[in-house]
């Protein structure tokens, strides 16, 4: 059974860093990415923020790249989030994803991450 446990969000200041990690179990991924939600966002409409496949290979929402960095330990199936110059439109419900080499995907639950004075 496959299970996505995100870890990390809280409240930091406009410009700060953060980093969030996600844990995943039961399977192997042959990718694992972060998409997140902002507040009063209808429905299941999440916005890439970044994934990286098992050879290492990125992708980056383009709000977001150039600010953050995306990593991966396969061995530990644990992937990481390091997030900088954070801005208020950062402030969103995080969510880790994985994609089984079978093409099955999985979420977390999501952590908060609010971005504010």
């Known amino acids: 059974q496959v299970q996505v446990a995100e870890s990390g969000g809280g409240l930091v200041q406009p410009g700060g860093s953060m980093r969030l990690s996600c844990a995943a179990s039961g399977s192997q991924f042959f990718r694992m990415g972060w998409f997140r939600q902002a507040p009063g966002t209808p429905g299941n409409q999440r916005e890439l923020?970044?994934?990286?496949?098992?050879?290492?290979?990125?992708n980056y929402g383009r709000s977001v790249k150039g600010r953050f960095i995306i990593s991966r330990d396969n061995a530990e199936n644990t992937m990481y989030l390091q997030m900088t110059s954070l801005q208020p439109e950062d402030t969103a419900i995080y969510y880790c994803?994985?994609?089984?080499?079978?093409?099955?995907?999985?979420w977390g639950k999501g952590t908060l991450v609010t971005v504010s004075s």
């Open positions: 994803n994985v994609v089984t080499w079978g093409r099955s995907s999985y």
């Open positions: 923020v970044a994934v990286i496949t098992t050879e290492g290979t990125t």
